[in-house]
C-alpha cells in the first residue's frame, strides 16, 4: 500500500486551464518535495517545503503555485496550463536522511 | 555551473556484472545517492556514500572518491528485473539535490 498519493495519475486538459495536482503522504515525514521529470532526462525540483505554512521555488517553479496548510497535503498548481508542461510531476518526501520516497507520479499532456 | 555526467545507455548479459559511472562538478558536497527507476515508474532508493570507499547491499555496491568527483554503482549476479534507469544525484552545500540524467540499463538473457 502507498504511503505517497498522487492524484490524478493521468491528465489531458487544454491549453489555458487551471489545475491541480495532488499529493498526501502518510509517513509523518515534514520535508516534501515537487519534481519534473521529461522522458530520459534528469528531475528539476519545482517547489519545496520543510513543514506546515513553509515553501521553497525550486528551479521551475515560475509558472506554479505550491501550500503546506497540513504536513499530510502538498497540491501543485499550474494557473494556466501550456503545452511545454506536459510531463512528469513527481511528488516525493524526505525523513531528513536525504532519502526520498517518491509518489508514482502524475503524468500530464496539455493540448 | 553544477553538473552530474552518467552514461546515456548500456547494455549486459543476465548473471554478468556491471559497473555504472557517475562523474560530478557540484558547489559543495554533502552527500551522493543512487536510485533505480523502472520504466513508467518512481526512482526508489539503492544507495548514499558520504564518504570516500564502497558501501555493498546485497548484488549492489556503491563507490565514492570525493578527490575525484567520482562514483560508480556496481551490479553483481545481474537479473532481468535490473532493467532499468539508474539516477546518480549529489546534494550540494545547500543540500539541494542535483540530479543526472540517468543511465538506461538493458539487459540481455
Known amino acids: 500500500e502507498a504511503d505517497i498519493y498522487q492524484t490524478p495519475r493521468y491528465l489531458v486538459i487544454g491549453t489555458g486551464k487551471k489545475i491541480t495536482l495532488e499529493c498526501s503522504q502518510t509517513?509523518?515525514?515534514?520535508?516534501m518535495y515537487w519534481y519534473q521529470q521529461d522522458p530520459g532526462m534528469e528531475l528539476h525540483l519545482i517547489h519545496y517545503?520543510?513543514?506546515?505554512?513553509?515553501?521553497e521555488k525550486g528551479d521551475l517553479s515560475s509558472e506554479s503555485t505550491v501550500s503546506r496548510i497540513r504536513t499530510e497535503h502538498f497540491p501543485l498548481t499550474l494557473e494556466s496550463a501550456r503545452p511545454s508542461h506536459t510531463s512528469q510531476y513527481l511528488c516525493?518526501?524526505?525523513?531528513?536522511?536525504?532519502?526520498?520516497?517518491f509518489g508514482e507520479g502524475s503524468r500530464l499532456t496539455v493540448l | 555551473g553544477q553538473n552530474i555526467d552518467q552514461p546515456t545507455e548500456m547494455t549486459a548479459t543476465e548473471g554478468a556484472i556491471v559497473q555504472i559511472n557517475c562523474t560530478y562538478q557540484?558547489?559543495?558536497?554533502?552527500?551522493l545517492f543512487w536510485y533505480q527507476q523502472h520504466a513508467g515508474e518512481a526512482p526508489t532508493f539503492l544507495s548514499y556514500?558520504?564518504l570516500d570507499g564502497l558501501e555493498e547491499k546485497g548484488r549492489f555496491s556503491s563507490f565514492l572518491s570525493r578527490s575525484k568527483g567520482y562514483s560508480y554503482l556496481l551490479l553483481k549476479e545481474l537479473q532481468m528485473k535490473d532493467s532499468a534507469s539508474y539516477l546518480c544525484?549529489?546534494?550540494?552545500?545547500?543540500?539541494?539535490?542535483?540530479w543526472g540524467a540517468g543511465t538506461k540499463l538493458i539487459i540481455k538473457p
Open positions: 557540484t558547489s559543495g558536497f554533502n552527500g
Open positions: 556514500n558520504v
Open positions: 517545503s520543510y513543514g506546515v505554512n513553509s515553501t
Open positions: 516525493a518526501t524526505s525523513a531528513g536522511t536525504g532519502e526520498l520516497f
Open positions: 509517513m509523518g515525514h515534514d520535508k
Open positions: 544525484a549529489v546534494r550540494d552545500q545547500d543540500y539541494q539535490l542535483i
